[in-house]
């Protein structure tokens, strides 16, 4: 048990994270693009006595310190960084500056509370064993960064791996520390129709993909409500139909695409399964061929039990008050899931919504926004569980 005071260093240190999350919010940047953060966040850990790496997976930071109270493992605490083409419509004072992008995810308080725990473990570095890696990823959002992370070997050398996320689905003083699953493995999928075109007065003289594709998306649902175990979890969601040119012409071609998303191997092969042969089948029904691709960008995000007890446990010393959920599931998915498969971690969730003071948007909206009070929260449980694991590692 850690003698450290990380709740009460954490709230004085609010002013300190408030304003690195308000900075980064108005300079939001894209997945790889992220060159302004990045060099903050190295400037920021260099002045900490981090051995700083940049340009890892191009534009992401990895920041290693050892600890003086001896050998231990290594914890590496991954923080993202990428933002998203959005508008922003907050009309916040630290409103987004780049037109068409913002942080609509929490990802500028990632970052935030990031270099707010490199701080803390800097600060009492003669207190802990073993090293830390801090991973500020770029690229979360679909756009493969983590895999190239790893590619580039930020995990050699781990033991644990700590991840963790602002949440508005949840309020201000919620947390949720989960065994095993918490979120979803996501796969997307694109079908292309192919039919013979034709004027739309005389469909008898085509072979309509549009009738073929709307019937895919209708028999696609299917899946779920008749394929899969209804105590099991999936998602099949068609989110893209793309047809035509004109109003009177059948085009000879429809394309859709969308994603799968599960938390069992098993249901996730019955899903693919099922999803191909209904394209396949359900198009040749109406004189068409289809082509089905799937493709897998994420694992689910799996929680070691015992490296989430010591989450837990830290969590109900730090705030007592909380109320903690162990048992939180979401079919979000995320690619941390590739610095865990092989690593044990916990990947937790920080409440941050505040619908008194209409900061409960839900995540990759215009008007996202979060209640700052979840910053301190969110580093003071990071800097705990890591010292934790540091010095005591997990029980057997």
Avoid at 153 to 170: C, S
Avoid at 246 to 255: G, V
Avoid at 328 to 339: I, S
């Amino acid at each position: 048990m850690s003698t450290i005071d990380f709740r009460s260093e954490a709230e004085s240190l609010f002013e300190y994270t408030r304003d690195l999350r308000r900075d980064f919010h108005r300079h939001p940047e894209l997945g790889f693009q992220e060159h302004r953060s990045a060099g903050i966040i190295a400037k920021t850990l260099r002045e900490l006595g981090y051995d700083v790496t940049e340009g890892v997976a191009k534009t992401g930071v990895v920041g290693f310190m050892r600890g003086g109270a001896g050998d231990g493992p290594t914890v590496l605490i991954r923080a993202d960084m990428d933002a998203l083409p959005i508008q922003e419509e907050t009309g916040a004072e630290y409103a987004s500056e780049n037109p068409g992008v913002m942080h609509a995810c929490g990802h500028d308080g990632h970052m935030a509370m990031g270099l707010t725990v490199a701080r803390m473990l800097a600060a009492h570095r003669e207190e802990w064993r073993g090293a830390v890696k801090l991973v500020f990823q770029p690229a979360e959002e679909g756009l493969g960064g983590a895999e190239s992370m790893v590619k580039e070997g930020v995990l050699v050398g781990v033991d644990y791996a700590l991840a963790m996320h602002l949440w508005n689905e949840k309020p201000l003083g919620w947390l949720g520390i989960t065994d095993g699953p918490t979120m979803a493995s996501a796969d997307i999928f694109s079908i292309d129709l192919t039919g013979r075109g034709g004027h739309g007065a005389a469909p008898h003289l085509a072979t309509d993909p549009v009738l073929a594709a709307s019937h895919v998306v209708t028999a696609l649902q299917s899946v779920v409500s008749r394929n899969v175990d209804p105590l099991e979890a999936a998602v099949v969601s068609v989110t893209i139909f793309k047809a035509g040119t004109a109003f009177n012409i059948i085009p000879k071609q429809a394309h859709l695409e969308g994603t799968i998303r599960t938390f069992d191997p098993e249901v996730t092969a019955e899903v693919r399964t099922r999803a191909r042969r209904i394209a396949l089948e359900v198009a040749q029904a109406f004189g068409c061929v289809s082509d089905v691709k799937i493709e897998n960008i994420s694992p689910a995000v799996i929680n070691d039990p015992k490296v989430a007890a010591v989450v837990r446990s830290a969590a109900a010393e730090l705030f007592p008050e909380a109320t903690v959920a162990s048992n939180h599931r979401t079919m979000g998915a995320e690619d941390m899931a590739l610095m865990m498969r092989d690593i044990p971690g916990c990947y937790f969730f920080i409440g941050s919504a505040n619908p008194q003071k209409g900061l409960d948007a839900p995540h990759h909206h215009p008007k996202f926004d979060f209640d700052e009070r979840a910053l301190p929260i969110g580093a003071a449980l990071m800097a705990a569980s890591a010292v934790r694991l540091l010095n005591e590692g997990v029980s057997e």
